[in-house]
């Protein structure tokens, strides 16, 4: 059985990660394997900044935002040279299977370094955009929805008083998964995501049933990556298109949905995902990403989890609709 | 098609409640549906206390934790003159169909009701303690153990100043949800619930295990009905069991678990169920909730919620071991 | 003795003007005081947009952000034919006292209309900038600082996490007040503030020193009237000065520093002001902000807090230098 | 000039310790003065449990409740041979000066310590009671007051929900700052404090007025240390003097209002309390308490800060009453 292994974290930081670090410690403990933090994602692999862990390495984080083992993207990784340094000290320390909490990025170099040395990973998602196939959700998604909607829900303080249309831009490039889940909650009258096209004549029309309503504030949710452009080229467009004089604002909420103290959604996922990959690495997984699908822990080949889409739930899009009326 | 419904709450009251009489009201605006406000559950319908919503009515209140339709449990509900009285309200009204949001006590009243006057309800879960059979989650319950987290959180911060054993009581009187959720979340090394008895031996030796490894504070979670007592009666019998001397504090969580603004998750399940409890009555549904399970909406007989238990999950106290390593 | 008053909240809104009407609105009632709501400032002033409000009114209300009466910017109170039908609509109500909830914007209007048509005001302020003379704090300002101070404490997980620099802008066009208490308790290495020049060479060598100490993330804090330009713009002329390769992010928080429920402090606050603001006008103030000063309540003559700049405690400048050391 | 001194902390934890811990260190270091922390209070004084501290040491703790050093009640310093341990330990690391964040016990001690030992202390005040003379507020009040604050909104949620009247506890044994300042907040009928007699017929009539203003719910909050009995007692008493039917529930807050992540206030107050501890042992400074009165650094004798009471602000208990008009 499996000895020795390692974890680290890679790629954008996400809430939770620091519980799914702990799972992995305390899991591997458990089953008496011994475990390395790895620091600095990939960077760290080839620098040999690597260390055991205890339990007590693990003690009082899981309510922690970030990652205690720091997270980057590697340049050098993608290089042969780099994958090459990175196998001599996993080797030096013994290490034969590797924990990767992080998302596509993460498995794509991965699935090389096994091509190439033979050391097995199992990844666990860890990105706040819920953009990967073979889990519902990923670690940090929660807490990155309710982070935006506390902001969503101040904004409306502001909105309701000074009779105000608010565009509030959330994270997700190519994925509309934050924007449609704090929309709802937010109860924004329109959401606009990267995988449908909301036309702005459309955006308009909603805006104007509202005011016929006598509705005076209202709420618009764009995800960064909207294909009529980011919050504030929408807000252009409307006003351009508008004839009547209406107080139109632009916020960005920016780098605060990456952070924060993880919700308790979060944060058992992340245990979940921890303990699974754990166990995954013992029962000869390799180069698989660990998730829950349907309450079940479901092991996804890499390959799927890269290529394959995860798709929006467009019911939730019809919601948005008919709960503006 | 059925014209005019009435909606109303029932029993405890739970976080998203709100979202859940917003959705009710707006998925009736947009398809056309007359729809009522029954204010104090039954007691209101009998007292006819009702009145016409409109999307107006729910405006602004999607955050808000509470009802606005305010609750109530009803004993004149139970008799057979106080039904007649809530039937004879609902006619003036002409009134077809009802959203019932509450529990089992208030499925149970709508059970007989229907049989008596042939009025169809459509239940919506709304209890905190996630203890109903026919859905995955019950509105409020995310919310209830996030408050729940937090003050654990808060704990910590005093029981790893001080070295201290806290027993920390949470709401459940029946079921281990909120405990084992809030227990996983907030690192406990014991949690204990209702539905498996753990031994007080049990949690002497895992408590020195802990102190062998020097592990100075412990933070162990109960759920209010748990077998071996509440939380105080715990800490009491493991004071006179242990000979060394430690720190042992209680606190009982209490009502705060109630209230709070609802989180994402609560605030857009409620919403889901409020438009499929509509589009239930719509379809014909009647004595049915409606729930969502692996992320579908579900109709399940009110007899089947009432007589059918809601298992934990017990994987997850597997995991509460396993972590706390 | 003054028998009817009408309050209203004028400029941007500020968390706590809720506790403040509140407080106006019982205070009266305590003293047999008849007491009118006017909604959206002076526009609905000049529009008769008033209402009689009781105890019932304002239940409830403490906790919210924003404001019921809305709020707004009117320009035509600016003209003399705007002012003669806001008398003309006070008197249709017989209204001889008004409370002023806002700045010096509405403290000006209030001051001209009192020499026009003798009806007095006493001013209560409300902003979250805490640039008005005459009080220690204004209303909104203690629960702005924690806003931004949640923001930068989620930030700093990211911060860390990556080591990077990041640059975050805070609200405060004239007045660093904001900035530097959020600053402070944010742990930032550097405050910039539009009252105190801070040379780009200074933050640069801050920051170097900060890398000599192996300090691998730092948080530089921007009032958005800065000097030396907004964050962005600093950042950038950060990044064309230094040859080094650093990971340097910018964000600016912006509107939700203005909602969000009240903080303890803003709730009392803004009730003690509520309450001297009325007892100013049962004994004859006029043209007055009613402040607190030293935790005494104050009266200062508009002309003053127009007039007389508010100066920051450079004390204050120089523990944010000590501290990160 | 004063070459090496520790800090410690005392009694029981408050947010916003570490706060000051952090400015004690980086005030020294800023200052070149050597630094050390003592664990544990006076206990790890005694049993030598001191390192050396540098800048690195109190990185990321501001935002973190409790107290890295962690903190204790030592009887063994209430023995001769016990502070002549902990002056033999003293000693060893050539300590000059002592810090020491706790109370009034704390204070105690440093006094004895001092007149048999020659060994200076400044003290800082830590206690979320804000029970002592010499300062506006404590380390830890504001944090304290926000966190019941939020406890008192939550149940407000369900007290309205449910037409119930709540007794809610909150910490404050001889002292009813944390009761005034979270009632007046959280828009409490009445405020029960020690210091102040509030007979239950006075009680029971506030309640009566607002049953006959059709105030359908109430909140009554009940300092812990209250001449009529904690909340559940005094509930008894209503509920037994009552003949009407109300639904009367209780609930202690208990342990959640030590912890937390502290608020702004907390931690620029803790910050300029101990760059202000760092300076008074730097001018001299002995066997006095460092606060902050109207905004000024002062320093009180412990004889003072032992000897004198704290009153309380009775202008604030005559709000409570008018605004619950």
């Known amino acids: 059985m499996i000895k020795k292994i390692a974890v680290f974290t890679s790629g954008g930081d996400a809430p939770g990660m620091n519980a799914c670090i702990r799972a992995v410690v305390r899991t591997s403990m458990y089953y008496g394997i011994e475990v390395y933090g790895i620091r600095r994602g990939y960077n760290g692999m080839i620098a040999g900044d690597i260390y055991q862990m205890t339990s007590h390495s693990v003690s009082n984080i899981i309510q922690r935002g970030g990652t205690i083992l720091k ?25 034969e299977g590797l924990v990767a909490i992080g998302g596509n990025g993460t498995f794509t170099g991965a699935t090389i370094f096994y091509d190439e040395y033979g050391i097995p990973t199992v990844g666990a998602p860890g990105t706040i955009d819920n953009d990967l196939f073979g889990t519902d959700y990923t670690i940090g998604y929660d807490t990155a ?110 780098h605060i949905q990456r952070g924060g103290i993880p919700t308790a959604y979060d944060r058992i996922l992340a245990s979940r995902l921890g303990l699974g990959a754990v166990e ?32 929006i739930n467009e019911d939730m899009l019809r919601m948005v609709k008919i709960l503006s009326t």
């Open 145 to 254: 929805v309710n982070t935006a909607l506390e902001a969503i829900d101040k904004i409306r303080d502001t909105a309701d008083s000074h009779d105000r249309v608010f565009f509030i831009e959330v994270m997700g490039r190519d994925s509309g998964y934050i924007a449609i889940q704090s929309g709802i909650a937010g109860g924004a009258e329109i959401v606009m995501v990267p995988e449908v096209l909301t036309p702005i004549t459309e955006v308009i029309e909603t805006l104007k049933q509202g005011w016929n309503r006598s509705k005076s504030s209202s709420i618009i949710v764009v995800a960064e990556g909207d294909e009529e452009g980011n919050a504030a080229e929408v807000a252009e467009k409307i006003k351009s298109r508008v004839d009547i004089d209406i107080d139109i604002r632009v916020t960005t909420l920016g």
């Open 71 to 95: 997270s980057a993207r590697s340049k050098e990784f993608m290089t042969k040279e780099g994958r090459q340094k990175a196998f001599e000290q996993l080797q030096k320390f013994g290490i």
């Open 280 to 311: 995954g690495l013992m029962n000869g997984h390799k180069n698989v990403m660990v998730g829950i699908i349907n309450n079940e822990i479901i092991y996804t080949p890499f390959r799927d989890t890269i290529r394959l889409p995860k798709p």
